[in-house]
């Protein structure tokens, strides 16, 4: 992969934000246009098994995503990328790419995973009774659905950033398993 000149920009939307697991040198709001952070993938590995799958969040087109980018030293850059798609191409339902985002003082190209329409662990536009199922079902080596959620979303409200249908949809949730 040919890694841009100097040190690189990572996009996190969902648990990449609270939970980076790599070596960075700086954090900073990020505003990416055009994707919006959506319940839009199975899970068949960390949050849910093949028998009864999960459900995580993408990138998927439309829109715009409020999240985080993590600035990456240049040295440690092929390192990080190489932990990444460990972390996240384990099924390939994502496609890596380099994409502008918005940063307090500028703007900057981030890599970023997108989810890949194309791949049968894509959900599309799912109905909240549907979404709920699998958020109740999903536990898998990375834990339990839910947590995972509760835990994006408790990260979000501390960053001030509103995602309305992910606190509906996780509400929902909560309300179905009596832990409301």
Request: aromatic residues 8%; hydrophobic residues 35%.
């Amino acid at each position: 992969m040919d890694l841009p000149k100097g040190d690189i920009w990572i996009f996190g939307y969902g648990s990449l934000m609270w939970r980076p697991q790599f070596d960075h040198t700086e954090t900073q709001p990020a505003l990416l246009r055009g994707y919006h952070r959506a319940l839009c993938l199975y899970s068949v590995q960390y949050r849910g098994t093949h028998e009864t799958p999960g459900l995580v969040l993408g990138l998927d087109r439309g829109g715009s995503c409020r999240g985080r980018a993590f600035k990456v030293a240049r040295k440690n850059a092929e390192e990080v990328i190489a932990y990444l798609h460990e972390r996240e191409m384990v099924h390939r339902v994502y496609k890596p790419t380099w994409l502008p985002v918005t940063l307090p003082d500028g703007s900057a190209r981030a890599y970023a995973f997108v989810v890949d329409r194309s791949h049968q662990q894509y959900t599309g536009k799912l109905a909240d009774e549907d979404a709920v199922k699998l958020i109740l079902q999903g536990t898998g080596k990375g834990g339990d659905c839910l947590d995972y959620l509760q835990k994006t979303i408790r990260h979000l409200d501390a960053l001030g950033i509103p995602d309305g249908p992910l606190h509906r949809v996780v509400r929902l949730a909560e309300v179905a398993a009596g832990k409301s």
